[in-house]
């Protein structure tokens, strides 16, 4: 987990910086059990940012949204092919 703490002068660049700290830490792990969770504090402070800092979230959303139906779509297909191994 890595957190940071928001503020009016948060860039995008710091927020970046945070999600590619998780990644590269959840690099070469096994993503069955293990997660990077980013943990943005005060979030509402940085909603107020002219640098509008929380644009580059939607990016990473997407992302880790899409790889995880990825992921599900994949294991979808193994059970109705019917695996008995399929958990």
């Excluded at 970046?16 to 069955?32: A, G, M, P, S």
């Excluded at 997660?35 to 644009?55: I, Q, R, T, W, Y």
């Excluded at 790889?67 to 109705?80: E, G, M, P, T």
């Amino acid at each position: 987990m890595v957190s940071f703490q928001c503020s009016r002068h948060s860039t995008p660049a710091d927020i970046v910086e945070v999600f590619n700290r998780c990644v590269k830490f959840q690099r070469d792990r096994n993503l069955d059990k293990f997660a990077s969770v980013v943990v943005l504090e005060d979030v509402g402070l940085a909603e107020h940012s002219e640098n509008m800092p929380l644009k580059v979230c939607f990016v990473y959303g997407r992302y880790c949204c899409e790889a995880v139906f990825r992921r599900l779509k994949v294991a979808l297909n193994f059970s109705q092919k019917g695996n008995k191994d399929f958990k």
